[in-house]
């Protein structure tokens, strides 16, 4: 075989200078190739012998090849190579190459070759008289619906990324299930679809789906895909009946029953789901059962073959589409950061199509799942795991005493030994330790937040000269060496350990709980140092909740998604209803770091908005920054009610506007006879459930009721968009990023913060026509619509042109 037909000239020579300075030793590459499967440039990723194979694989990314050299000039493959070289043709469909020391001849143990894949036609399933129509009576034809399938069909055909924006009334679920599933079983391949909200889940589940197993013809098996913890852990159900249950003073009496309750459907049912449950459970209740990653003792459990858990990772294997969400999604990529993208250890089996429904929100939860957080809070409660300090009435003292009562039982000679070292040693560092953790958080609250709560950006260069964060640093060079003391008595107390046997898994549990403690103060000390410069740092306090946070959050996410999720997977799907800024999608790829082409297209809604949607702009407002703003609009907000006879939506940007709103006008509206629901009241779904059927409702709500809330018909005419949605310049994370884009140059208000706010705005204005019935108003109580020359952007993107400028009076 010609060496120069699989890799460049120029490749060659760096694969023989890296392998000089390795003296000859063997040298494992990453092959990074061409669109023509020449490897044009490498990486060195492992030196040595065979030990380093094992971490190959999460280095390489999909399609690459795997080169490495036999300095002994032979050539063909050990059963090392090959098992390697299978896995990561199977894997990720790389190639696998052996190379000489002088870079002259080679040895293809897996050749790299494109993968075939069989096309779809998804255009008889949408036409007027198409598959849909003929098994539904009571199918619409939408031209728009059929344009969406069809580029999302050209994308897959042609392995090319695709951002769609799709107006409301579109049907742009059933648009990109029925290209997608058709392409998974056609080509045996899994997909993902992944949504920001509950509401377009259970659409996803209860209506799309069903439509679309009758109408193709091929079965297709499909999977909600929840977290761990909302499966029962068997382990612990039975050492919690083994260890005499647990004590009545920790508990109140409706959590005992709760527990009673629990234990008895744990012994019925077959899934092991929370969501089996007809009732909430307490959340320290549900702790007592809920399986945990980190605590799992995997092959080591004696009920791993009963494991609820591990039966629904068998069904996901096992399904051609996930439904997941935005939050589960990016926590699997998180793991998928750490250890290579296709991993066993992962939440989500490895799949070759995601779907982003609600794309707009990517950039936000990617981030909140690259960032590091420590608090006040998740300190206590992973000191408490392993020994509560102020039980109170509370006889659950921790795993320690579960240690002890275990070795007791199992060996009665060793038990005195264990049970002086645990009173002597292990319970005066933990409680040292935790004293010094809770004077660290309480000199910061005491320092940064007085009397209120806050947000406050930490930047290095300031503190550096900051007298309280400097007096803070004591508390934390105390806290550090108290937390070094107990790290190394903990490993001192494991190796006394190993000599136990650990059937019951008590002892497993205690080390997995330790290490927890270790997680929190290698994020802890990544947080404090502050010395990576492509991250914000933050602190957040909450007074009236006794808690206090550090956090570490990635200034752009850009690089993450390339490297995690856009260079291993070719197939990935956008959409959303807003994610377009005007007539392109340059602000929404430049956010998420999609530099890549794409297919790209805008499908506007078939609703006749001008028909169905009048928008009003008074034009005789007072600004919305004036100190007497909402004073001055509450009459005129009655006034709107009263003509929608309720059915209202009013939407604010901060909850302290809508509370100060609310606190005004609730006495004259409940008088009237208005049901009003306020955000934070009640769970999102059940205040909407409340609304829908209330006589004369009126909702105020901010941040999550501006999207993903669906209320159709006439009981929401009329919505209400207190202010431009535009995010605090004051947040830590946005005056961050906008810092940094005036670094750069750019124009952050323009570029940053006006396609934010119009995102919003669209989702806003949104909320109002849900079918082609709906019928309704927006008032929009912004002047900066018409005093402010950008106002025009937020107009040109309402999608209706009956727009009105009148006096309060007048409208």
Known sequence: MNILDRITQEACEKIKKEIQNAFGNEVFFRGITDEDMMVYDIEVIARGNEKSVPAII????????????????YLYPSDADIAVASMYANKKKGGAYIVNNDVDDIYVIVELKEEILEKIDVVPFFEKEGVLSQVFNEFEYRYEQLEMAKIIEEGLNNNKKVIVEAGTGTGKTLAYLIPAIEWAIKNEKKVIVTTNTINLQEQLLNKDIPIIKKVIPEDFKYVLVKGRGNYVCLRKYINLNRNGGINS????????????????????????DKAELYFEPSSNVWELFASETDICTMNKCP???????????????????LITNHHMYFSDLAIRKEVGFNTEFSIIPNYDLVIFDEAHNIEKVARDYFSYEVSKYSFTKAMNNIYRIKPGKSKNLGQIYNISYYIKKKNKKEYEKIKKYINDTIIPIHEELFRKGNDYFIKLMELYSGTGSINLRLRPEKLLIDENWNNLKKFEAELYISYNTYIRKQREFNRVLKDYEDEEG???????????????????????????????????????????????????????????????????????ATIAIGKDFNYFKKSIGLE???????????????????VYIPKDIP??????FLDEIKDFIIKLIEKAKGNTFLLFTSYSSLNYLYYLIRDKLEKDGYEIFLQGSAPRNKLINMYKIAEKPVLFGTDSFWEGVDVKGKKLSSVILVKLPFKVPSDPVVEAIIENMNKEG?????????PESIIKFKQGI??????????????????????????KIFIDNIPTKNIHYKKIDEI
């Not at 003073?249 to 092991?272: C, L, P, V, Y």
């Not at 805008?602 to 949607?613: A, E, G, L, R, V």
């Not at 949104?766 to 106002?791: A, H, M």
Request: glycine share 4%; proline share 2%.
């Open 58 to 73: 999460s280095y390489m990314k999909k399609k690459e090849v795997i080169i490495h050299n036999h300095p002994s000039g």
């Open 249 to 272: 003073e920790d508990f109140s009496e409706s959590q005992i029953q709760e527990i009673e309750k629990i234990k008895e459907w744990i012994t019925k049912t077959k899934a092991g």
């Open 303 to 321: 009920n791993k073959h009963k494991c609820f858990f591990m039966k629904s990772r068998e069904e996901k294997e096992e399904a051609d589409l």
């Open 506 to 576: 008590i002892i497993n549990d205690y080390k997995k709980y330790v290490d927890r403690i270790e997680n929190y103060f290698m994020s802890f000390k990544f947080i404090t140092e502050m010395e990576d410069e492509k991250y914000i740092y933050w602190l957040s306090t909450n007074i009236k909740r006794g808690n206090a946070k550090l956090v570490a959050t990635p200034l752009k996410i850009t690089n993450e998604l390339k490297t995690t999720l856009y260079e291993n997977l070719d197939k990935i799907i956008f959409t959303s």
């Open 596 to 614: 890549e082409e794409t297919y790209e297209k805008i499908i506007h809604s078939p609703f006749n908005y001008d028909k169905q949607m009048k």
């Open 623 to 628: 600004n919305p920054n004036d100190r007497n």
């Open 746 to 754: 750019k124009n952050a208000f323009m570029e940053y913060q006006i």
């Open 766 to 791: 949104g909320r109002l026509i849900r079918s082609k019935d709906d019928r309704g108003i927006v008032t929009i109580l912004d002047n900066r619509l018409y005093t402010k020359r950008y106002g």
